[in-house]
C-alpha cells in the first residue's frame, strides 16, 4: 500500500506571532498528528500483509491454523501445513508445500537429546509465518477464483450449474427463512439464458457487477 505523498499539512502559511506551540490553532495540530498515524498504519499494512486483509480474511487464516494445530505449540509440520492451506482454499501440490518449508520452516526440537531434523516434511511453521503467507497468497488471488469457490459451494454435484433446489438447500443451510416464491425470483432474475438455473458465468456476473 502506497504511502501518502501528499506535502505535509503545514502549519497556515501566515506570520505566527504567538511563539510556542501552544498557541498553533488545535485544530493544525490534531490533523498532523492524525497523519503521522496513517502514514505509520501504512507501513505496517506493507511490512505485514496481514495488514490489508479484512478481518474476517485474518479470522479465517488463524481459525484454520488452530484448527490443524492439533498440539497447539503454535506450530504446524508439512502434513497439518497442507491441509490448512487446503481449507483456505490453496490445495499445493507436495513440492510447493516443501519449498514453503524450507524456506520458513524451522528444525523440530521435540527431544533435546536428538538433534533436529532437518528434513523437508520434518520442518514446522510458526504461526506469524503462516499468516504472512496466507496473507500474501489471499491478496494476490484473483477474485473470480473467490467468487468461483462460493459458485462450487452452491453447486452440489458439480453440475456447472445452481438450480432452485440448490438455493433451497442453502436457505436451509443457512437459517434463512425464503419463500419458494423468492427463490423462484432469484433464478429468474438472474438466469440471462433462460434456463432455469445460474450458471458460473451468471454467477460472475452477479457478483462483479
Known sequence: MASSSTSHPAFPQRPFNGG???????????????????????????????????EEQREEINEAFGLFDLDKDSKIDYHELKVAMKALGFDLPKAEIVSILQTHGSPSTTNPNIPPSTHPTRLLLSLPSFQKIMAARILARDPREEILRAFDLFDEGSKGKIDLQ????????????????ELIAMIEEFDLDGDGAIDKEEFLGICLS
Open 20 to 54: 510556542t506551540l501552544g498557541k498553533l490553532p488545535a485544530r493544525t495540530i490534531e490533523r498532523d498528528r492524525e497523519r503521522l498515524e496513517k502514514e505509520r498504519q501504512e507501513r505496517e499494512a506493507g511490512q505485514n500483509p496481514m495488514g490489508q486483509l479484512t
Open 166 to 181: 440448490d438455493l433451497r438447500r442453502v436457505a436451509r443451510e443457512l437459517g434463512e427463512g425464503l419463500e419458494e416464491e
